[in-house]
């Protein structure tokens, strides 16, 4: 008799977990400095428009179980020994996090990079490649190139786009280049207010243009990240073309994209450029995931 799939197998779940890591660069850091990059995570946190709410709800408590008396194993209990677990409901789009390259579509069959068609590779449990269980650890070079100081500015302005020709001024100011394999974080100076709303708005939309991705991609940085909620310019400046940037970084060119990454101290203390630490989480079927990117120095 055939066997029968199981229809929980996800070929995702086949993930790599051996890599190859660059010991020059874990031998660059001097200072044993970390810098956590992360925006941190509560209920009621900003959010990019069109995900759901951040929700964190206590599941189990120490209460619920001596009143319940549900769990057998708390039976014969006599140091009244309990514990407090919760439930997280949230995309992993909230907060700092990285964008598998199964996030974005186009064209007539919704493909994502590969030209997978989310008619023919889009199961109901997420993707069926391409997705958060194939993110690879990053450790690689990190550069932050500081638009506004560039500029003479404390913050960008909204909708202000950010150019090759910002993204050359920011290299030239700090003498540094992006190189081959580099990641690359653009400070547009919107989480100088972060988290609150109000005083984000003041640079709301600013950001990275088709112009400045192109610059990157072509000197071969590995991934890209944006100190805002969608790392691009809004509107984008491109008729018809809602969000170019991620569907030429993600789809076209299968590099990766991080949101929400802080690089408030960074800035504070004009550290351009280190050791870029990032694990995403290997979800299969997730399109992202949230992370705690360290720069080390």
Known sequence: MASVPDENENKSTRRATVFDVPLDLLRKPSLGKAYDLSSGWWPGMPLAAGHPPFQLLTYRSPRGQRNQKDLRFLDKNKFNFGFISEMMCCTTHTGTHIDALSHITSGPSAAWHGGFSSDDHLGDFGPL????????????????LDIPAALGLDQLAPHQPVDGKELEQACVRQGV?????????????????????????????????????????????????????ALEVEPSGVEGDFQPVHRYVIQECGLLILEWVNPEELARDEIFEFLFLCLPLTVSGATGSMVRPLAVI
Do not use: H, K, Y
């Open 177 to 229: 280049e992006p190189r081959e394999g580099d990641f690359v974080l653009v400070r547009t100076g919107t989480m100088r207010e972060w988290p609150d709303p109000v005083g984000m708005s003041c640079s709301q939309g600013c950001g990275l243009s088709i112009d400045g991705a192109r610059w990157l991609v072509t000197r071969g940085v590995t991934a890209i990240g944006g100190d805002n909620a």
């Open 129 to 144: 490649n391409n997705d958060a269980a194939a993110l690879p650890p990053l450790i690689r070079r990190g550069l932050m």
